[in-house]
């Protein structure tokens, strides 16, 4: 069973910077497409937010929120996924979520992962 696993966990400044990692018990680039959500502190139980996005064929997607402040990328070395987060706002608070999808079939089904999550505390 594919695993993925958060790291990177941390409470910043406004302003400040932080990467989350994720780690796979497969490659990376054999999903589909990759992306993190977050979940507020104050939002409904499992209501996340996608945050940004990475196919397979490295097509990015980032939600208005934190474009331009934040980065998503695949890394060959540690067979990881990155999210680069800059200019840290308190709104970014929340536990993020690392995704993977991958169809499995030629109808299109897909299997859906998901990590355990990991807390950004952004204090100012």
């Known amino acids: 069973q594919v695993q993925l696993v958060e790291s990177g966990e941390d409470s910043v400044q406004v302003g400040g910077s932080l990467r989350l990692s994720c780690t796979a018990t497969r490659s990376v680039f054999s999903f589909d497409e990759m992306g993190w959500y977050r979940q507020a502190p104050e939002a409904p139980e499992n209501q996340r937010e996608l945050?940004?996005?990475?196919?397979?064929?490295?097509?990015?997607k980032y939600s208005d929120s934190v474009k331009g402040r934040f980065t998503i990328s695949r890394e060959i070395a540690t067979n990881a996924l990155n999210l680069q987060m800059n200019s840290l706002k308190t709104e970014d608070t929340a536990v993020y979520y690392c995704?993977?999808?991958?169809?499995?079939?030629?109808?299109?089904?897909?299997?859906?992962?998901w990590g355990q999550g990991t807390l950004v505390t952004v204090s100012s």
């Open positions: 995704h993977a999808r991958k169809v499995v079939n030629v109808e299109g089904s897909t299997v859906s992962i």
């Open positions: 945050v940004a996005s990475i196919t397979s064929d490295s097509r990015t």
